[in-house]
């Protein structure tokens, strides 16, 4: 009895790994290909002073990370990287928290806000950096209509042409397209909140801001946490909106690391120094992103999210 | 606040909930109610300005346009679109939006589906190994191997092929949609599968007529939101179609803004053109789209 039984298990055992291995077997070898094997060959170019043209690439050692270290341009894009970082992580954070907490409280046609609001993040990034070009055109913008009509003509200017507010005009438009995945986020991480604590703060005599900061924030921490992160990785591999926007200028008041390294390898044909530009975008996100793959998996928010 | 701890029978603790909620309803003064719309439609009319003026300056008139590109609404006329699809070659970059973004979302979905299922229920030696080889792509960022492939491709003779890109957007979305589905794989329960063994399905029937009808939630949120993810994809047809051909809506914009500055009418024409599949999309299947994206925060 016990013979055929344990035969018939293995067999299903062996059934079931070949079946496990057929079915992997094209996700691997496209895997493999367009993204290990490139993620090696990374690797590998920040170690040579290639140029792009086919043929042999010269081996220079650390050279291209000892160049990045004292690269001026560099660090002027790294720190625009920092202020995208701050800004875009603080600005969604602080917006989506006050309108999903407002819409939690009971508003009518609270799912027809949350849609509205998630709608921009799921244009194109073209189509959002061309129409907020617009609404910045120095002479028939909106922006600066707006402000004349209120009479602040004097803060009027070619939004994206001025070195001084070009990053910031850039990081709004993007700010624009991402405060509503926000909203959305938190409010699902508020459907786990636990109504009665915060109906109890309010019997004992909290306030709206009270209860938010002691009652309602502690129970969201996670997802507070996580959004942060989030919006912090997209800070540092931002690349598509500026790229869209202002290509990086004027000059290079918005350039940040994405851009220095696209131009370096696609204009200037320094494949291996640009590599290794990519390369650093790669190490300053991937502790974020581990830390908000733990985050998820803790949270299991795709069951509470749709 | 003491006595449910201590005594917790089961109506207690109902009771403080349903007095505060009725307690709450009644004690919000409409003026209250009034300001809290006021700031959720102001952010509803910031989200929906933009695209109003691309609406706006689609539909205008050429002489409009010239003398008042962004008036809400000053005239009405087609000629716009007229213009982009004779003038530019916006048919051909529809179509091939439509080439770069159908097949290779059904690609995704399917292989995803089978591989998301082996991970999930098939053990087969090396397995763990294999599945982090997947999903480290969802640590690094897409941009990190960009340039590296650029030079693949162009060594493989798919740079500026159709082939190539689409090879390139498949394997981009690969790791994200495997994570996925093997997720909705790891819920289903083992007796499904057993009991479709008693009864003499093979392995192969076991996923494909027991198990895979249960996951066509997943399936559809990942196509969906792989679909969008392809349509809206930038930089990898900026990079590998350099030449031109088959350029989506989505560079095709990007030439035809950064090229000429004047043209604004056709411009906001193909924008909305571009727009309009998103919205739809939105619109029938937002459900999927929302769960798909709050899944696809762990891309970063």
């Known amino acids: 009895m016990a013979g055929p039984t344990t035969g018939a298990v293995s067999a299903t055992r062996r059934a079931q790994a070949r079946l496990g291995l057929a079915l992997v077997a094209p996700a691997v070898v496209l895997v493999v290909t367009f993204f290990l094997f490139p993620l090696g060959s990374a690797v590998y170019y920040s170690l040579t002073s290639w140029d792009g043209a086919p043929g042999s690439a010269p081996f220079v050692g650390l050279a291209n990370y000892t160049e990045m270290l004292g690269d001026a341009e560099m660090w002027h894009a790294l720190s625009n990287n920092v202020v995208w970082v701050v800004i875009g992580a603080v600005a969604p954070l602080v917006i989506g928290l006050v309108l999903a907490v407002l819409l939690w409280s009971g508003a009518r046609g609270a799912v027809l806000y949350r849609l509205l609001y998630f709608f921009p993040r799921v244009l194109p990034g073209v189509v959002i950096g061309i129409v907020w070009g617009w609404i910045y055109d120095p002479i028939n913008g909106w922006l600066n209509r707006m402000l004349e009509a209120v009479g602040l003509g004097a803060l009027t200017r070619g939004w994206l042409g001025d070195a001084n507010v070009a990053l910031y005009a850039v990081l709004f438009a993007a700010i624009w397209a991402t405060f509503g995945f926000v909203v959305v986020i938190f409010l699902a991480a508020l459907q786990n909140v636990d109504i009665e604590l915060v109906d109890a703060a309010r019997l004992d005599g909290a306030n709206a801001v009270q209860r938010l900061w002691h009652v309602i924030l502690p129970q969201i921490a996670p997802v507070f946490l996580m959004v942060t992160t989030l919006t912090l990785v997209g800070g540092i591999s931002v690349f598509d909106i500026v790229f869209i926007m202002t290509g990086g200028g004027p000059g290079n008041a918005t350039e940040v690391l994405g851009i220095y390294s696209f131009e370096t390898a696609f204009q200037l044909n320094r494949v291996g120094y640009g590599t290794t530009l990519a390369l650093l975008i790669t190490v300053l996100s991937v502790p974020f992103v581990v830390i908000i793959n733990r985050l998820q998996r803790r949270l299991a928010l795709n069951e509470t999210g749709a | ?300």
């Open chain 2, 1 to 300: 606040m003491a006595a449910p701890v201590t005594e917790p029978t089961p109506s207690t603790p109902a009771l403080p909930e349903a007095i505060g909620r009725t307690d709450r309803k009644r004690r919000r003064p409409l003026a209250v109610r009034l300001a809290k719309h006021l700031v959720l439609l102001a952010f509803v009319v910031l989200c929906l300005f933009p695209i109003l003026l691309i609406v706006s300056t689609a539909f205008k008139s050429a002489e409009d346009v010239t003398v008042d590109p962004f008036g809400l609404f000053t005239s009405f006329s087609v000629e716009n679109f007229v213009d982009a699809w004779t003038e530019g070659q916006f048919g051909s970059y529809l179509w091939n939006s439509a080439l770069l973004s159908v097949p290779t979302t059904i690609c995704t979905v399917l292989l995803s589906t089978a591989a998301g299922y082996a991970f999930a229920r098939c053990p087969f030696p090396g397995r763990q190994v294999v599945f982090y080889l997947i999903v480290v792509g969802l640590l690094v960022p897409p941009f990190t191997i960009m340039i590296p492939l650029y030079y693949q491709l162009r060594q493989m003779a798919l740079l500026d092929t159709l082939w190539g890109v689409q090879l390139v957007l498949v394997s981009g979305t690969l790791a994200f949609g495997t994570f996925f589905m093997r997720s909705f794989f790891q819920e289903l329960p083992t007796e499904l599968e057993q009991a479709a063994r008693v009864d003499g399905c093979s392995e192969w029937s076991v996923f494909t007529r027991v198990m895979l009808p249960l996951v066509r939630a997943g399936m559809a949120a990942l196509g969906v939101f792989t679909f969008l993810e392809n349509w809206n994809n930038f930089l990898v047809p900026l990079l590998y179609l350099p030449s031109g051909e088959y350029r989506p809506l989505t560079t095709g914009l990007f030439v035809f803004a950064s090229g000429r500055t004047t043209d604004v009418g056709p411009l906001a024409a193909v924008a909305l053109i571009t727009v309009l599949p998103v919205m739809a999309v939105f619109v029938v299947a937002q459900r999927q789209v929302v769960r798909g994206f709050i899944a696809g925060a762990v891309k970063g």
